[in-house]
Structure formats: C-alpha cells, structure tokens
C-alpha cells in the first residue's frame, strides 16, 4: 500500500501544480479521457465539467475570471479506490478557507471522477467520505 500511497500523493500534487499554473495540457495528462469533474461554485461556472475537453472549458473559465488563487496541499489521503486531497485555498497567500478533493482513480491511475468541496477533513470525515484520522493511520 506504501508505493500505491505515494502515487496518490504524487496525482494530488501535480493535480493542485497544474491547478495553480492554470495549465490545462498538466490537468489533462493526470485525467481519465471520460474524467467527470465537479468543482466548487469557486473555481467553476457549471456543476460539472466533462472529459478532456471539459477541463480545457474550465481552464478558460477560471482564465477569464480573473480570480488569482491558489490552492496549498495540506494533506493527501488513501481511499480504496482513490485519494482525498486536504488542501486550502489562498489568496495573495493569505487562508481563506479549508477545501478538498475526493478523486477517484482508474485502473491505469488517472483522475476519473473528482469532486472539489470548501470544507474540512473533519466535516468529510464526518458525512464518510473519508476516514478519520485514526483510521488513516492504521
């Protein structure tokens, strides 16, 4: 489980790189050609973003929004078939809020489903969609 781990991890932070750099081209190498998309009402004009094409679509949009933030990983988690991504969101380098990203992988290791929430670990520990941390642990 350890190198599988570490591939989460590695999916996560090129997956948040290619984020901050707005670089849809590194988006799109990490995703499934099918990838089903959901950002937050945040970084996206629609609730859900489709394929390869769709992550070009919201690429442009997030562009053409003007907004300058960035997301900072703060930590990546192991689920069975994927990853959770705990993150947070900055704005001229200052927090402003918790947020996350449930991912779910294919069996060739590309993002095929992914769900982006502002919100915390504790709160998706909570409703199940992760672990709690001693759980993670073990």
Do not use: C
Request: net charge negative; charged share 25%; proline share 4%.
């Amino acid at each position: 489980m350890a190198s599988s781990q570490v591939s989460f991890e590695l999916i996560a932070r090129r997956f948040v790189d290619a984020f901050n750099q707005r670089d849809a081209d590194g988006l799109i190498a990490l995703s499934d050609p099918a990838i089903e998309f959901h950002p937050t009402t945040l970084v996206g004009k629609r609730q859900r973003y489709d394929g390869h094409e769709g992550l070009r679509r919201w690429v442009a949009e997030l562009n053409a929004s003007g907004l300058g933030h960035q997301v900072r990983v703060r930590e990546v988690r192991p689920r069975e078939d994927g990853f959770v991504l705990l993150s947070e969101v900055l704005l001229d380098g200052k927090l402003v809020t918790p947020s996350a990203m449930v991912a779910r992988l294919s069996a060739e290791h590309a993002i095929a489903e992914a769900h982006a929430f502002l919100t915390d670990a504790e709160l998706l520990a909570h409703v199940g969609v992760m672990p709690n941390d001693s759980s993670s642990n073990a």
